[in-house]
């Protein structure tokens, strides 16, 4: 069975939707980042990177959240078009994923909640980024259903993984009428529901980092 090491994380919370979306079975395994197991010897032999989700299937190891997307959507041929011109609007919200949106909104986070000593300028800059790409990503929705066109497709699960958890940078949809929109439907998806409950559920569950 495919297993999934990962905690109740924006990065985590992807790959259980898409398994839930895909109706593939899966074994969830907490690896709990606020301990700091992901920096431990059994799940750094894992992935070197030290960070979750890692998704193992029948002996092949996937790191990155993006990247485990990809491959799930390969396997089944399921929320990845096949024509070339939908297919690439996909990847266009998944490189801007993993090259934007999720590092502005990490580090807005950071800077406002975590760093050791106020850093006003570190803390500005990220949060002004992430409302940026908050209004970029409002403004394409007025115009179509789902972030990669008119169908649910990988990039709006990716999305959606750190949109679940926007009270970490501190930023709301309330001026976002069509990026609420999506959201709520997103959320209301029955996979996408199940898939919270699994990762919430692993913040009490005993420790097994691998
Ligand atoms: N680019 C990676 C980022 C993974 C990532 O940052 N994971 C976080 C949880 S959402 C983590 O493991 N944080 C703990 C750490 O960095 O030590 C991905 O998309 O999978």
């Known amino acids: 069975m495919i297993e999934v090491h990962a905690f109740a994380t924006p990065n985590s919370v992807k790959v259980s939707i898409a398994l839930e979306e895909l109706g593939l079975a899966y074994d969830l395994k907490a690896v709990n980042v606020r301990k ?39 396997k089944t041929g399921k929320l990845l078009p096949s024509d070339a011109a939908a297919r690439i609007r996909v990847f266009e919200q998944l490189f801007f994923h993993a090259s934007a949106l999720s590092p502005a909104f990490g580090n807005a986070g950071f800077f406002k909640r975590s760093s050791p000593e106020p850093q006003p300028i570190a803390e500005a800059r990220f949060s002004t980024e992430a409302e940026r790409i908050l209004r970029l990503l409002d403004v394409k929705l007025a115009d179509q259903a789902f972030m990669a066109g008119e169908a649910f497709t990988i990039a709006d699960i990716a999305h959606f993984g750190w949109l679940w958890r926007r009270q970490f940078p501190g930023l709301t949809l309330d001026e976002r009428p069509n990026f609420s929109r999506w959201y709520e439907e997103v959320a209301a998806r029955p996979a996408v529901q199940r898939a919270i409950a699994r990762v919430e559920a692993l913040v009490e569950a005993p420790a097994s980092a691998a």
């Open 36 to 74: 700091g197991e992901q920096k431990e010897a059994a799940f750094v032999a894992l992935n070197p990177n030290g960070k979750v989700p890692v998704l193992v299937d029948d002996g092949l190891v996937v790191t990155e959240s993006a990247a485990i997307l990809v491959y799930l959507a390969e």
